[in-house]
């Protein structure tokens, strides 16, 4: 068996091929930030950003929030929100896995609806699917009522914990500052 004469351009290829994954992985851009603010039980004036542009009656002449109207100056307002039940919970749950109330069927207490409501996909499970940097806070009201999820358990990176709401939610919510 004779040997082949080693070859040049073949190693450079080689170590062109090899080094691949991290000249992809450096290239790539940085993934866009998402910052999401729900608030509620707040009045259609309890900002002084106008909810309908050019209508000054749509914004409060009492309460002044600047840097709400920054962050809309400089992104994406959704001012035509539908609170699609009586109290907070289903709200703030149909913003995490995109679904109605109705089809959740928090508002029945259903036993099992803790289980399959931690295996859903939700918003950080989504984002971290897309693209494994996004790291997801939650901050402010948790509010899970006497299920015990936590953020945590739902996929969030960070939580402010300890909020009005006891530990982070409702009756046994835990409430870690860290997931993990």
């Known amino acids: 068996m004779q040997a082949r004469p080693s070859s040049l351009p073949a190693r450079w ?6 080094l691949g994954p991290f000249v992809a992985a450096a290239e790539r851009p940085v993934p866009p930030s998402f910052l999401l ?48 039940a009586p109290y907070c919970c289903p ?3 149909s913003l995490q896995i995109g679904q109605s109330p109705a089809r959740l069927e928090y508002q029945r207490d259903r036993t099992d609806w803790p289980a399959v409501y931690r295996r859903q996909l939700n918003v950080p499970r989504l984002l971290k699917a897309a693209d494994p940097r996004y790291r997801t806070a939650q901050l402010g009201k948790w509010d899970h009522c006497y299920d015990g999820i936590s953020p945590a358990d739902q996929g969030f990176d960070v939580s402010d914990g300890v909020t009005s709401n006891a530990a982070g939610g409702g009756r046994d919510a835990g409430g870690s500052t860290r997931a993990g």
């Open 13 to 18: 290829l080689g170590l062109l091929l090899s």
């Open 37 to 84: 603010i729900l608030s509620d039980d707040q009045s259609w004036v309890g900002t002084s950003l106008a909810m309908i542009p050019g209508r000054p009656d749509t914004a409060s002449d009492h309460h002044r929030t600047p840097n709400l109207e920054r962050l809309a100056a400089q992104g994406m307002r959704f001012t035509d929100g539908y609170a699609p």
């Open 91 to 93: 709200t703030r749950r």
